[in-house]
Antibody, heavy 122, light 106 residues
């Protein structure tokens, strides 16, 4: 079964850091680009970041550029998001999503995890 | 930055046709993808590259894209189609989602 399972969310104070993880199974992880998409409570979807199959191409939304870092470990079938200098507006459910292709900025997200909640509050 | 505009809500009678629009500047030149999200669940891809259905998505779902508007059409709407729907494109290597449309089946 194709599956993505996120972890690492929680309550964090503004200005602090958090690292999210996404464990992939049921497909050849290093054949596909991967992404993080978030959804604030009661709001719409927002693409956060994406990484190509070999980490050679990476992209970020302007809202997180310079604060968040995406990475992957193909040997461990895992995707990560290092989030620094967190703000109240970063509070959201963070989804891990698989791309249809190996490169980013081209195609759709065909598999999604159930998300991990990040709460930013003092 | 590129923006995608969707109607806030669309209502459709049971068994009738719902059309959800996604407006963007020259969106016809881009690949448009559509996602369905039911309350408390992760999004599900229902249409990719304008008009392609992933396996497992009913033929009742179709898509088109031209000019400044892309459209997701749901034929013979069912109660189970009630959900939020989002369009999505790529612009300058940035992922962009539409504002989302809540579909209500009456």
């Amino acid at each position: 079964e194709v599956q993505l399972v996120e972890s690492g969310g929680g309550l964090v104070q503004p200005g602090r850091s958090l690292r999210l993880s996404c464990a992939a199974s049921g497909f050849t992880f290093d054949d596909y680009a991967m992404h993080w998409v978030r959804q604030a409570p009661g709001k719409g979807l927002e693409w956060v970041s994406g990484i190509s199959w070999n980490s050679g191409s990476i992209g970020y939304a302007d809202s997180v550029k310079g604060r968040f870092t995406i990475s992957r470990d193909n040997a461990k079938n895992s995707l990560y998001l290092q989030m620094n200098s967190l703000r109240v507006e970063d509070m959201a459910l963070y989804y891990c999503a698989k791309d249809l292709m190996a490169t980013i900025a081209n195609d759709a997200f065909d598999i999604w995890g159930q998300g991990t909640m990040v709460t930013v509050s003092s | 930055s590129y923006e995608l505009t969707q109607p806030l809500s669309v209502s459709v009678a049971l068994g009738q046709t719902a059309r959800i629009t996604c407006g963007g500047n020259n969106i016809g030149s881009k690949n448009v993808h559509w996602y369905q999200q039911k309350p408390g669940q992760a999004p599900v891809l229902v249409i990719y590259r304008d008009s392609n259905r992933p396996s497992g998505i009913p033929e009742r779902f179709s898509g088109s894209n031209s000019g400044n508007t892309a459209t997701l059409t749901i034929n013979r709407a069912q109660a189970g189609d009630e959900a939020d729907y989002y369009c999505q494109v790529w612009d300058s290597s940035t992922g962009v989602f539409g504002t989302g449309t809540k579909v209500t089946v009456l």
